[in-house]
């Protein structure tokens, strides 16, 4: 990374994502605390998922629990939509129609009463 406790140059998020997600320099000696070496590896890549739903502001929990439900019958040209990011956007646009729904709800219910 550019930034350190001695430069004013800030590291990039960018760099900060690397740095969260890039494997240890001794990745046999952690393989041990992991079990294997696919172990570490597949310990990475989730952590890596928990951390883009963290920088994207999605639970880690029910973005995986979606996701798992949804990945055997998501078409491959859709996969694309099971990232985080997608999914946030998905729940911003539902939270949307969610809201629309209850000012519709609300005239109607102030038509049908007479105010």
């Given amino acids: 990374m550019k930034g350190s406790i001695f430069s004013s140059q800030q590291p990039t998020v960018s760099e900060y994502r690397v740095a969260a997600v890039r494997p240890p320099a001794s990745l046999p000696a952690n393989s ?8 570490t590896r597949a310990s990475l890549v989730l952590l890596s998922l928990v951390q883009s739903c ?11 629990r979606h ?3 949804a990945v055997s019958t998501t078409p491959a040209s859709q996969v694309a ?5 997608a ?19 609300t005239v109607v219910e102030e038509l049908l009463s007479g105010r």
């Fill in 81 to 85: 939509s099971l990232t985080p990011r």
């Fill in 54 to 64: 963290r920088e994207h502001g999605v639970s880690p929990l029910l973005y995986l």
């Fill in 32 to 39: 041990q605390f992991f079990g294997s070496e696919e172990g």
């Fill in 87 to 105: 999914w946030q956007e998905h729940l911003a646009m539902q939270q949307r129609a969610e809201q629309a729904q209850r000012a519709i709800d």
């Fill in 67 to 69: 996701v798992l439900r």
